[in-house]
């Protein structure tokens, strides 16, 4: 029953406006904040853009929306949400975010970029963010109306990678597929600082580092997946990718896994990174495959 209240307060509260801040979105919705969600990260300190589009002490949760381009490409019915990276204490939410909503929009999928609550030791936090953009995306809550979707999937980079199969695995809503860009899966060998970020320091553990190293997480429930690497990757090894890639597997998940020679970490929709036109091929040829 607490739960049930503070999502039927969001619902009446969340409001579909042009935002102050201008992305390039066509919509914003405000999903909720500490007060209104389910639960809170416990930030209270304002929200910070330390650089020109890194986000950081993140406390209210936003879905910035942009619909697919129809006029250029044939409508294919299909959503995603989009997990920025960050090590879940920031939000890169250009190159990781709304650059990659327009290239989605533009090739008839329709995106919401979710700025997404630092977990700040509460690992509920982002995953009940995510599920709740995926009621938006899908019409279950009101506030996407311009974006209608017959399938939303869930797509994510570093750690928005883990956000993304962290709803993939354990979620009670779960996406159609998830799009995983150099994500963080494993903790060991793993990026520490996404998993300290997560749970909170003090209760970092062999157990929890298991459970939330989400190669253990997978069942044949598990939605497809597509995940992309760098070989050269040392921030997040590319061991993330192969385990969840060899779980979907096991289980008879239908994936698909290209780690490319070089890259390093973070190239998310950089016109440097030598496989862009790889990657946008990878994706929108998988997406094809899938058949949704």
Known sequence: MNRILPLIASFLLMTTTVSAQDYGQAATVRIWDNATAPHSNGITDPEEEQEPYRIAKVSSAVLYLYPADTTRTPNTGLGVVICPGGGYARLAIDHEGFMMAQWLASNGISAGVLKYRMPNG??????????QALRIMRGEVPGAECCPCRKVGVMGFSAGGHLAAYVSTLGAVRPDFSLLFYPVITAHPGHQGSFTNL?????????????????????????PALLLHSDDDRTVPPVSSTRYYNALKEHGVK?????????????????????????QWAVLDWLESLDL
């Open 255 to 279: 994936a698909s896994l290209h780690i490319f020679p070089t890259g390093g970490h973070g190239w998310g929709f950089h016109d440097d990174f030598r496989y862009q036109k790889a990657w």
């Open 122 to 131: 509460h690992p509920e936090v982002p995953l009940e963010d995510a599920e």
């Open 199 to 223: 749970m909170g320091r003090e209760n970092r553990s062999e157990e929890n580092d298991a459970y939330y190293s989400l190669e253990n997480r997978v069942t044949e429930q598990t939605p």
